[in-house]
């Protein structure tokens, strides 16, 4: 059973010095949609981004439903440490129809935005996509490759 309220999504979120910034205005905007828990970075003070995007992707996991936003200078440190944590998706995206997909076609659990390479609006755009997108589950191919994925794991 989720500790948050029916309807609205959970999303941990964490950011390194360079994700801070945008990770704060997206907590802003989105804050009446979704139930945030930053997992930090707490300001613009250089850190180590793997801190991070260990601490949203093991939140994700131990929470069925729960989402995760990672935001560092690219967005590709984060996906690598993130995809680093056994049984996370996380996808690296630069725009909306991309993270899109990552959720239709991959199930991707957690969402990585570079805050260097992409400014507020389209951020805000991807991860409202992000948001708003479920496994496509009329086309069984995605579950089968999905479950391939979680075999190259074991």
């Known amino acids: ?6 309807g ?16 704060q205005k997206l907590i802003e905007r989105f804050q009446k949609l979704v139930i945030f828990e930053d997992c930090g970075t707490n300001s613009t003070e250089s850190c180590d981004y ?4 260990k601490a949203v992707s093991e939140k994700v996991l131990k929470s069925p439903g729960a989402l995760g ?5 690219t967005g590709i440190g984060m996906s690598i ?12 995206v ?4 991309s993270a899109k997909m990552a959720r239709e076609h991959n199930d991707a659990q957690i969402l990585c935005l570079g ?15 992000f948001l708003d997108a479920k496994l496509d589950t009329t086309n069984p191919r995605h579950q089968r ?4 994925m979680k075999e190259m794991e074991k």
């Open 1 to 6: 059973m989720s500790d948050f309220p029916k």
């Open 8 to 23: 609205l999504t959970k999303v941990f979120i964490g950011s390194d010095h360079a994700g801070f910034e945008l990770k």
């Open 50 to 53: 793997p801190v991070f995007a």
């Open 69 to 73: 936003l990672l935001i560092c200078g």
């Open 81 to 92: 440490a993130a995809n680093k944590v056994k049984g996370i998706r996380a996808a690296c």
């Open 94 to 97: 630069s725009e909306a129809f």
């Open 115 to 129: 805050a260097r390479v992409i400014g507020e609006e389209k951020a805000a755009e991807s991860f409202k996509a």
């Open 145 to 148: 490759r999905i479950e391939l």
